[in-house]
């Protein structure tokens, strides 16, 4: 890790540039997000699963996969948007990541990113 504020290439693929991405599905009542990111130059497919989304923005189909953690400009965003109240903010806002793709067409805030190589079940 970079340092605590900022992480790129956090799944540390040795070309996120040859992937294409884009989102699969939402599940609004469970507040998940799965992201397909697909290499144009091999077969491998590869699902990204953000859990407990309070945030996106973006493009639903984009190209890269160089995903990198902004935890500074976090709490802005909440703050600036009210997606939770000031009381949850001080007990859970350091829970909350929030991940880029380097060429910013896609942002989500979430507990967190997780890279499968498999597509995951999750209930709808």
Request: net charge negative; with cysteine; aromatic share 14%.
């Amino acid at each position: 890790m970079e340092n605590d504020k900022l992480s790129k290439n956090i799944f540390s693929l040795k070309y996120p540039e040859r992937f294409s991405c884009n989102v699969e599905y939402y599940v609004e009542g469970h507040s998940v997000l799965l992201v397909r990111a697909r290499d144009n130059f091999s077969d491998e497919t590869l699902y990204i699963i953000f859990p407990w989304v309070i945030y996106i923005s973006g493009a639903l189909r984009w190209n890269g996969a160089n995903f990198s953690r902004e935890d500074e400009k976090c709490l802005e965003v909440i703050r600036r948007f009210q997606l939770i109240d000031e009381l949850s903010i001080n007990n859970l806002g350091h829970l909350y990541h929030m991940y880029m793709v380097d060429t910013g067409s896609f942002t989500v805030i979430s507990w967190e990113a997780t890279l499968k190589t498999e597509k995951p079940f999750i209930e709808k």
